[in-house]
Protein backbone atom coordinates (compact mmCIF):
# COMPACT_ATOMS: atom_id res chain seq x y z
CA UNK A 1 0.00 0.00 0.00
CA UNK A 2 1.22 3.86 -0.84
CA UNK A 3 2.44 6.49 1.50
CA UNK A 4 -1.19 7.91 -0.03
CA UNK A 5 -3.08 4.81 0.84
CA UNK A 6 -2.05 4.82 4.48
CA UNK A 7 -2.46 8.13 5.22
CA UNK A 8 -5.84 8.60 7.15
CA UNK A 9 -6.37 12.53 7.39
CA UNK A 10 -5.43 14.65 10.10
CA UNK A 11 -5.95 13.91 14.00
CA UNK A 12 -8.89 15.08 15.68
CA UNK A 13 -9.57 18.74 16.17
CA UNK A 14 -7.75 19.05 12.17
CA UNK A 15 -3.74 18.70 14.06
CA UNK A 16 -1.45 16.71 12.43
CA UNK A 17 1.23 14.69 14.23
CA UNK A 18 3.76 18.00 13.79
CA UNK A 19 0.91 19.86 15.58
CA UNK A 20 0.59 17.77 18.24
CA UNK A 21 4.01 17.30 19.23
CA UNK A 22 4.31 21.27 19.02
CA UNK A 23 1.57 21.26 21.73
CA UNK A 24 2.82 18.44 23.87
CA UNK A 25 6.51 20.65 24.26
CA UNK A 26 4.23 23.70 24.79
CA UNK A 27 1.95 21.97 27.72
CA UNK A 28 5.24 20.49 28.84
CA UNK A 29 6.94 24.14 29.29
CA UNK A 30 4.00 25.63 30.95
CA UNK A 31 4.04 23.15 33.24
CA UNK A 32 7.32 23.40 34.26
CA UNK A 33 6.99 26.96 34.58
CA UNK A 34 3.84 26.76 36.59
CA UNK A 35 5.21 23.79 38.74
CA UNK A 36 8.20 26.55 39.55
CA UNK A 37 6.11 29.52 40.11
CA UNK A 38 4.31 27.04 42.62
CA UNK A 39 7.27 25.84 44.47
CA UNK A 40 9.10 29.47 44.55
CA UNK A 41 6.02 30.27 46.14
CA UNK A 42 5.76 27.40 48.60
CA UNK A 43 9.85 28.69 48.94
CA UNK A 44 8.96 32.12 50.38
CA UNK A 45 6.03 30.58 52.95
CA UNK A 46 8.41 28.01 54.68
CA UNK A 47 11.11 30.84 54.86
CA UNK A 48 8.42 32.84 56.53
CA UNK A 49 6.91 30.34 58.59
CA UNK A 50 10.37 29.37 60.11
CA UNK A 51 11.40 32.72 60.14
CA UNK A 52 8.04 33.66 62.53
CA UNK A 53 7.31 30.16 64.37
CA UNK A 54 8.74 31.27 67.41
CA UNK A 55 6.69 34.76 67.96
CA UNK A 56 3.34 32.92 66.37
CA UNK A 57 3.18 30.84 69.44
CA UNK A 58 4.60 33.51 72.17
CA UNK A 59 2.12 35.53 71.40
CA UNK A 60 -0.83 32.77 71.27
CA UNK A 61 0.41 31.54 74.78
CA UNK A 62 0.31 35.14 75.71
CA UNK A 63 -3.20 35.39 74.54
CA UNK A 64 -5.06 32.42 76.34
CA UNK A 65 -3.02 33.78 79.44
CA UNK A 66 -4.03 37.38 79.03
CA UNK A 67 -7.70 36.43 77.89
CA UNK A 68 -8.27 33.69 80.57
CA UNK A 69 -6.79 35.46 83.79
CA UNK A 70 -9.26 38.67 82.25
CA UNK A 71 -12.11 36.21 82.65
CA UNK A 72 -11.15 35.11 85.93
CA UNK A 73 -10.81 38.77 87.02
CA UNK A 74 -14.24 39.63 85.41
CA UNK A 75 -16.70 36.94 86.05
CA UNK A 76 -18.39 35.98 89.74
CA UNK A 77 -16.61 31.96 89.54
CA UNK A 78 -16.33 30.04 92.34
CA UNK A 79 -13.06 28.31 93.37
CA UNK A 80 -13.90 25.13 91.38
CA UNK A 81 -14.61 27.34 88.58
CA UNK A 82 -10.97 29.35 88.81
CA UNK A 83 -9.28 26.05 88.68
CA UNK A 84 -11.10 24.55 86.42
CA UNK A 85 -10.45 27.49 83.69
CA UNK A 86 -6.45 27.20 85.15
CA UNK A 87 -6.81 23.94 83.93
CA UNK A 88 -7.82 24.32 80.65
CA UNK A 89 -5.43 27.33 80.09
CA UNK A 90 -2.43 25.18 81.04
CA UNK A 91 -4.28 22.37 78.31
CA UNK A 92 -3.84 24.92 75.87
CA UNK A 93 -0.21 25.85 76.87
CA UNK A 94 1.20 22.13 76.88
CA UNK A 95 -0.51 21.96 73.18
CA UNK A 96 1.28 24.67 72.21
CA UNK A 97 4.81 23.59 73.04
CA UNK A 98 4.16 19.79 71.59
CA UNK A 99 2.95 21.85 68.40
CA UNK A 100 6.09 24.04 68.22
CA UNK A 101 8.22 21.56 68.41
CA UNK A 102 6.75 19.32 66.01
CA UNK A 103 6.33 22.39 63.72
CA UNK A 104 9.92 23.08 63.96
CA UNK A 105 10.59 19.60 62.93
CA UNK A 106 8.89 19.55 60.16
CA UNK A 107 9.49 22.59 58.55
CA UNK A 108 13.49 21.33 58.85
CA UNK A 109 12.67 18.29 56.99
CA UNK A 110 11.06 20.23 54.18
CA UNK A 111 14.58 20.86 52.77
CA UNK A 112 14.20 17.07 51.59
CA UNK A 113 10.72 17.60 50.09
CA UNK A 114 9.10 16.04 46.82
CA UNK A 115 5.76 17.16 45.54
CA UNK A 116 3.19 15.11 44.14
CA UNK A 117 0.07 15.98 42.81
CA UNK A 118 -3.66 13.99 43.97
CA UNK A 119 -6.61 15.51 42.66
CA UNK A 120 -7.03 18.79 43.37
CA UNK A 121 -4.22 18.91 46.17
CA UNK A 122 -0.71 18.93 46.16
CA UNK A 123 1.13 17.08 48.85
CA UNK A 124 4.37 17.40 49.46
CA UNK A 125 6.53 14.59 50.81
CA UNK A 126 9.50 14.12 52.95
CA UNK A 127 9.90 10.47 52.10
CA UNK A 128 6.09 8.08 53.19
CA UNK A 129 5.10 11.27 55.44
CA UNK A 130 3.42 13.92 53.88
CA UNK A 131 4.73 17.33 55.21
CA UNK A 132 2.75 20.32 53.60
CA UNK A 133 -0.93 19.95 51.88
CA UNK A 134 -1.24 22.65 49.02
CA UNK A 135 -4.80 23.33 48.24
CA UNK A 136 -6.09 24.03 44.75
CA UNK A 137 -6.89 27.81 46.10
CA UNK A 138 -3.66 28.06 47.21
CA UNK A 139 -4.07 27.34 51.10
CA UNK A 140 -1.24 25.33 52.52
CA UNK A 141 -1.19 23.44 55.75
CA UNK A 142 1.51 21.98 57.22
CA UNK A 143 0.02 18.82 58.87
CA UNK A 144 0.85 18.21 62.60
CA UNK A 145 0.05 14.86 64.02
CA UNK A 146 -1.29 13.42 67.56
CA UNK A 147 -1.45 16.61 69.13
CA UNK A 148 -4.78 16.69 70.92
CA UNK A 149 -6.30 16.53 75.07
CA UNK A 150 -9.36 16.50 76.75
CA UNK A 151 -9.96 19.97 78.98
CA UNK A 152 -12.96 21.22 81.02
CA UNK A 153 -14.60 24.32 80.15
CA UNK A 154 -16.88 25.98 83.21
CA UNK A 155 -20.23 27.55 82.04
CA UNK A 156 -19.92 31.66 82.32
CA UNK A 157 -23.88 31.66 81.30
CA UNK A 158 -26.86 30.83 82.01
CA UNK A 159 -29.43 27.96 80.37
CA UNK A 160 -31.19 30.47 78.19
CA UNK A 161 -27.91 32.44 76.91
CA UNK A 162 -26.15 29.78 76.26
CA UNK A 163 -28.98 28.38 73.78
CA UNK A 164 -29.33 31.03 71.86
CA UNK A 165 -25.32 32.06 71.70
CA UNK A 166 -25.30 28.16 70.45
CA UNK A 167 -28.04 28.84 67.11
CA UNK A 168 -25.66 31.30 65.80
CA UNK A 169 -22.98 29.29 65.65
CA UNK A 170 -24.73 26.19 64.58
CA UNK A 171 -26.21 27.90 61.99
CA UNK A 172 -22.72 29.13 60.52
CA UNK A 173 -19.02 28.25 61.67
CA UNK A 174 -19.55 25.14 63.51
CA UNK A 175 -19.35 21.52 62.16
CA UNK A 176 -19.82 18.01 63.35
CA UNK A 177 -17.17 15.34 63.96
CA UNK A 178 -17.33 13.05 60.96
CA UNK A 179 -19.85 12.73 58.61
CA UNK A 180 -22.20 11.01 60.78
CA UNK A 181 -20.27 12.52 63.86
CA UNK A 182 -23.28 13.58 66.71
CA UNK A 183 -20.94 16.23 68.75
CA UNK A 184 -20.65 20.25 67.79
CA UNK A 185 -16.87 21.13 65.98
CA UNK A 186 -14.96 23.98 65.49
CA UNK A 187 -12.33 24.46 63.06
CA UNK A 188 -10.63 27.82 63.76
CA UNK A 189 -7.29 29.71 63.53
CA UNK A 190 -8.55 32.20 65.22
CA UNK A 191 -7.48 32.26 69.33
CA UNK A 192 -10.22 34.56 69.89
CA UNK A 193 -12.42 32.08 68.36
CA UNK A 194 -11.73 29.48 70.25
CA UNK A 195 -12.32 30.57 73.74
CA UNK A 196 -15.98 32.76 72.11
CA UNK A 197 -17.39 29.52 71.04
CA UNK A 198 -15.69 27.44 74.19
CA UNK A 199 -18.20 29.37 76.20
CA UNK A 200 -20.86 28.24 74.31
CA UNK A 201 -19.97 25.01 74.51
CA UNK A 202 -18.95 24.55 78.34
CA UNK A 203 -17.86 20.88 79.15
CA UNK A 204 -15.38 18.47 78.46
CA UNK A 205 -14.12 19.64 74.87
CA UNK A 206 -11.69 17.76 72.86
CA UNK A 207 -8.82 19.59 71.62
CA UNK A 208 -6.29 19.32 68.87
CA UNK A 209 -3.42 21.13 66.89
CA UNK A 210 -3.69 20.02 63.52
CA UNK A 211 -1.53 22.19 61.41
CA UNK A 212 -0.26 25.08 60.60
CA UNK A 213 -1.71 27.24 57.56
CA UNK A 214 1.70 28.81 55.85
CA UNK A 215 -0.23 32.59 53.92
CA UNK A 216 0.77 34.05 50.90
CA UNK A 217 0.23 36.91 52.89
CA UNK A 218 0.56 37.65 56.57
CA UNK A 219 1.72 35.25 59.06
CA UNK A 220 1.60 31.64 59.67
CA UNK A 221 -1.43 30.49 61.64
CA UNK A 222 -2.15 27.66 64.38
CA UNK A 223 -4.88 25.41 63.10
CA UNK A 224 -7.06 24.54 65.58
CA UNK A 225 -9.89 21.74 65.85
CA UNK A 226 -12.34 21.46 69.01
CA UNK A 227 -15.40 18.85 69.71
CA UNK A 228 -17.70 20.08 72.76
CA UNK A 229 -18.01 16.10 73.59
CA UNK A 230 -21.23 17.05 76.04
CA UNK A 231 -23.27 18.53 73.02
CA UNK A 232 -25.28 16.90 70.64
CA UNK A 233 -24.47 18.60 67.26
CA UNK A 234 -27.55 20.38 65.40
CA UNK A 235 -28.01 20.40 61.38
CA UNK A 236 -27.18 23.80 59.60
CA UNK A 237 -31.36 23.55 58.70
CA UNK A 238 -32.53 22.80 61.56
CA UNK A 239 -30.41 25.74 63.30
CA UNK A 240 -31.92 28.04 61.05
CA UNK A 241 -35.65 26.69 61.73
CA UNK A 242 -35.07 27.29 65.38
CA UNK A 243 -33.28 30.77 65.01
CA UNK A 244 -35.91 31.93 62.59
CA UNK A 245 -38.79 30.84 65.31
CA UNK A 246 -36.62 32.59 68.31
CA UNK A 247 -35.52 35.59 66.60
CA UNK A 248 -32.76 36.01 69.57
CA UNK A 249 -30.05 39.06 69.23
CA UNK A 250 -27.45 36.42 70.84
CA UNK A 251 -28.51 34.27 67.91
CA UNK A 252 -27.89 36.90 65.09
CA UNK A 253 -24.68 37.92 67.17
CA UNK A 254 -22.60 34.36 66.99
CA UNK A 255 -24.27 34.18 63.39
CA UNK A 256 -22.30 37.02 62.25
CA UNK A 257 -19.40 36.92 64.38
CA UNK A 258 -19.37 33.15 62.92
CA UNK A 259 -20.14 33.72 59.01
CA UNK A 260 -21.47 37.37 58.80
CA UNK A 261 -19.50 39.91 57.07
CA UNK A 262 -21.30 43.62 57.10
CA UNK A 263 -21.57 47.02 55.63
CA UNK A 264 -23.03 49.87 54.93
CA UNK A 265 -25.46 50.75 52.53
CA UNK A 266 -26.80 53.97 51.76
CA UNK A 267 -26.88 55.87 55.05
CA UNK A 268 -29.21 54.30 57.37
CA UNK A 269 -29.25 50.56 56.23
CA UNK A 270 -27.04 47.62 56.65
CA UNK A 271 -26.21 44.58 54.87
CA UNK A 272 -25.96 41.73 56.71
CA UNK A 273 -23.96 38.52 54.50
CA UNK A 274 -23.88 35.31 55.79
CA UNK A 275 -22.64 32.26 53.17
CA UNK A 276 -25.08 33.28 49.83
CA UNK A 277 -27.42 35.10 51.72
CA UNK A 278 -27.13 39.07 51.76
CA UNK A 279 -29.52 40.62 53.93
CA UNK A 280 -30.33 44.48 54.01
CA UNK A 281 -31.67 45.74 57.32
CA UNK A 282 -32.44 48.89 59.72
CA UNK A 283 -29.13 49.74 61.12
CA UNK A 284 -30.67 49.86 64.55
CA UNK A 285 -30.50 45.97 64.63
CA UNK A 286 -26.48 46.03 65.49
CA UNK A 287 -27.29 48.57 68.22
CA UNK A 288 -29.75 46.23 69.45
CA UNK A 289 -27.43 42.97 69.38
CA UNK A 290 -24.84 44.93 71.04
CA UNK A 291 -26.85 45.77 73.87
CA UNK A 292 -28.37 41.94 74.35
CA UNK A 293 -24.64 41.19 74.51
CA UNK A 294 -23.55 43.28 77.43
CA UNK A 295 -27.01 42.64 79.25
CA UNK A 296 -25.83 39.00 79.15
CA UNK A 297 -22.09 39.47 79.98
CA UNK A 298 -21.17 37.74 76.33
CA UNK A 299 -19.97 41.21 75.32
CA UNK A 300 -18.22 41.54 78.09
CA UNK A 301 -15.99 38.53 77.33
CA UNK A 302 -15.80 39.45 73.48
CA UNK A 303 -14.05 42.88 75.20
CA UNK A 304 -11.38 40.54 77.18
CA UNK A 305 -10.71 38.17 73.89
CA UNK A 306 -10.21 41.41 71.86
CA UNK A 307 -12.69 40.23 68.98
CA UNK A 308 -12.16 42.62 66.03
CA UNK A 309 -15.55 41.56 64.32
CA UNK A 310 -16.79 42.24 67.84
CA UNK A 311 -15.31 45.59 67.81
CA UNK A 312 -16.69 46.55 64.52
CA UNK A 313 -20.12 45.59 65.19
CA UNK A 314 -20.24 48.41 67.99
CA UNK A 315 -18.39 50.75 65.60
CA UNK A 316 -21.39 50.35 63.32
CA UNK A 317 -23.99 50.25 66.41
CA UNK A 318 -22.70 53.52 68.04
CA UNK A 319 -21.45 55.08 65.13
CA UNK A 320 -23.60 58.99 64.47
CA UNK A 321 -25.12 57.37 60.89
CA UNK A 322 -27.05 55.01 63.29
CA UNK A 323 -30.57 54.64 62.67
CA UNK A 324 -33.01 55.18 65.02
CA UNK A 325 -35.72 52.42 64.52
CA UNK A 326 -38.24 49.92 65.60
CA UNK A 327 -36.11 46.69 67.08
CA UNK A 328 -38.91 44.65 66.64
CA UNK A 329 -39.51 45.80 62.71
CA UNK A 330 -35.84 45.13 62.40
CA UNK A 331 -35.82 41.36 63.24
CA UNK A 332 -39.09 40.81 61.51
CA UNK A 333 -37.33 42.02 58.45
CA UNK A 334 -34.21 40.47 58.87
CA UNK A 335 -35.89 37.10 58.67
CA UNK A 336 -38.06 37.61 55.98
CA UNK A 337 -34.82 38.07 53.79
CA UNK A 338 -33.45 35.17 55.09
CA UNK A 339 -36.17 33.06 53.80
CA UNK A 340 -36.16 34.47 50.97
CA UNK A 341 -33.93 32.78 47.65
CA UNK A 342 -30.07 32.83 48.33
CA UNK A 343 -28.70 35.32 46.24
CA UNK A 344 -25.08 34.97 44.72
CA UNK A 345 -22.34 36.26 47.20
CA UNK A 346 -20.84 39.43 46.71
CA UNK A 347 -17.44 40.55 47.79
CA UNK A 348 -18.32 43.37 50.08
Given at each position: ?S ?43 I ?11 D ?62 T ?117 A ?5 A ?54 D??D ?45
Amino acid sequence: MSARARYEGPRAGGRGPRADAALDSLTERVNRALAKMVYNDLKERIARARAELNSIFDETKSYFNEAIDGIIREFKLTEEEVNELNRFKETLLTLLDRAHEQARTRLEELDTAHVEKEEKTLKVATGNAVALLVTERGSARLPLYGISATAYFPPLFQRNVLEALQLGWAASDEGQNGRKGRRPLMGTSHPWQIMAWAATRPGRLRISVYGIFLRRKGKPSIAWRIVAQDWHYVSKREAWRRLRAKCDPLSLLTLYLGDGKMSWRGRTMLRISVGNTDATLPKSIARMIVKEAYATKYGDLLDMLKCEKWEALKMKAYSPRAARLDPDFALRRLFELAESPPLPQQNL
